[in-house]
């Protein structure tokens, strides 16, 4: 079997993220409808000209990130929950500092478990009482801060999450690599930084920062909460959704 030509490779970077971008293409542009079925791995690996495990990687990053779901019976189809309007970029923001060659570090500064609705913590998602796994993290560029992130994550959905160290991997790169989505939410606003958030970005106080509040969701079923926060002149946010590096 020849290759379709509806699925291009672009030749940049390893293959199962070539494959990616090319199935992605094909939903984006309409060939393949909400809840219709894809081409089956052992198709794809065909098409492709690859190994079953290539292509499997390539899926299973799809339906992780919420464009196409897996069952065993009716095979590979494309999300329900799928929107194709993308607002900003949900993605690691050690990605955006690896691609700048720059030196990325996080240091945890607290974890915990706290209750919804207690402490003046109230995440209108989930019910009052609803336990929730408390973050807050501080992201560096060759040793400055560029994000504040606090974070809560509906424990009671994913206990797993309480044996996580977060040790090898940030809390927003483990969740985006181990729990899928179908559903975000985003609100920006800008702030002044107060005494408190300047010492922590390190940063003068009052000076401009941008705000980001994302909720996500996996058919209707609340992920996460995160609050970010960047300094103003030392991060920025692309919200262009390209199919040449596969990123939202």
Not at 134 to 155: K, M, S
């Amino acid at each position: 079997m020849q290759k379709p030509p509806s699925f291009v490779l672009d030749g940049q970077g390893p293959l199962f993220k070539q494959i990616g971008r090319a199935v992605t293409e094909q939903i984006l542009k309409g060939r393949y409808k909400q809840g219709e079925r894809l081409p089956s791995e052992a198709e794809l690996t065909t098409i492709f000209d690859t190994s079953r495990q290539t292509v499997n990687k390539a899926i299973s990053e799809l339906a992780k990130h919420g464009l196409v779901e897996r069952n065993r019976r009716a095979g590979t189809v494309v999300s329900w929950q799928f929107q194709e309007r993308f607002i900003l970029p949900l993605r690691d923001v050690s990605d955006e500092l690896e691609q700048n060659n720059q030196i990325y570090e996080y240091r945890i500064i607290e974890r915990k478990v706290i209750t919804n609705g207690k402490g003046g913590i109230t995440w209108g998602a989930l019910p009052a009482g609803a336990n929730l796994l408390y973050l807050e993290t501080i992201h560096l560029a060759d040793g400055l801060p560029v994000q504040l992130e606090t974070r809560y994550i509906n424990f009671d959905a994913f206990p797993e999450v309480e044996h996580e160290t977060f040790a090898e991997r940030s809390p927003s790169k483990w969740l985006l690599e181990n729990i899928p989505w179908s559903e975000v939410d985003h609100t920006v606003r800008a702030t002044n930084a107060s005494a408190e958030l300047a010492n922590k970005l390190g940063v003068k106080v009052g000076a401009a920062c941008l705000v980001v509040d994302r909720q996500t969701f996996h058919r209707g079923k609340p992920i996460t909460f995160v609050h970010l926060i960047y300094p103003g002149d030392r991060f920025s946010i692309k919200g262009k959704f390209s199919l040449a590096n596969g990123e939202e």
